[in-house]
């Protein structure tokens, strides 16, 4: 069984699905998707109608919160949308997040804030590791930056961290996927949503087993 790590697709459906097809993604695999589902790309329904039938069709998907998704729950207290993607709310249909199905409302509060397995721990965007015990601190796990100098490889021990969250050049990720039985962390965001932007623009898949990296530009 392939365990696929993808984070960041910020409504990039096609290019989402198109990356799915690259890997071979099927029903004998494990698929970690690690938040930010929405914004940014035009297409943030279609990715969640798309994820919620992939799992209505029983494929092994673990969902995880970014701070995209986070914000939402933010939003949905405001009387006025004055903040995140409009192009979000036109492609749900609504003018208003608090307008949103009650269906995606459940499934976004079902999104979990890290998952631990085969020495990994997969997180949106890091671990606040100036806890005793990172995984107290959600807030962290959606939204920490800057964090590599504070690790506790103590308290990680022999696991390794697969995240997104800040977008990193392609040549950086190839780096740190090389490197990661040294320094155990590895960032998958290439930052698909940037398109005309030098060393960015793909959404990234890693393997766990094979530790192989693959990417698909955007084609949104």
């Known amino acids: 069984m392939n365990l696929y790590v993808i984070s960041d697709i910020h409504g990039l459906y096609y290019t989402f699905k198109e990356l799915l097809n690259k890997i071979g993604f099927n029903k004998t ?3 970690i998707i690690l938040g930010d589902y929405i914004n940014r790309g035009k297409r943030s329904k279609e990715v969640v109608d798309f994820i919620m039938d992939l799992q209505s069709q029983n494929y092994f998907i673990t969902l995880l919160k970014g701070n995209h998704e ?5 939003s949905l207290e405001l009387e006025d949308w004055t903040s995140g993607d409009p192009e979000t ?5 609504i003018n208003h997040l608090k307008n949103l199905n009650n269906d995606y409302k459940n499934w976004f509060s079902k999104l979990k804030h890290f998952e631990e397995k085969q020495n990994t721990i997969f ?8 806890y005793d015990n990172p995984f107290e601190d959600n807030k962290s796990m959606m939204w920490i930056q800057d964090w590599y100098q ?3 490889y103590n308290w990680l021990s022999k696991r390794m961290i697969i995240h997104g969250h800040v977008p990193i050049e392609k040549d950086c990720i190839e780096k740190m996927s090389a490197e990661i039985d040294i320094s155990r962390v590895l960032n998958i ?3 698909s949503f940037l398109k005309n932007c030098k060393g960015f623009g ?5 393997e766990l087993n094979s530790r192989r990296l693959q990417f698909q530009g955007n084609i949104d």
């Open 29 to 31: 695999d494990e698929l």
């Open 70 to 74: 986070d914000m939402i729950f933010d």
């Open 89 to 93: 709310l036109k492609s749900f249909g």
């Open 123 to 130: 997180v949106h965007a890091g671990l606040n590791f100036r």
């Open 150 to 152: 504070t690790i506790n």
């Open 189 to 191: 965001d290439n930052g």
């Open 202 to 206: 793909n959404l990234c898949s890693f």
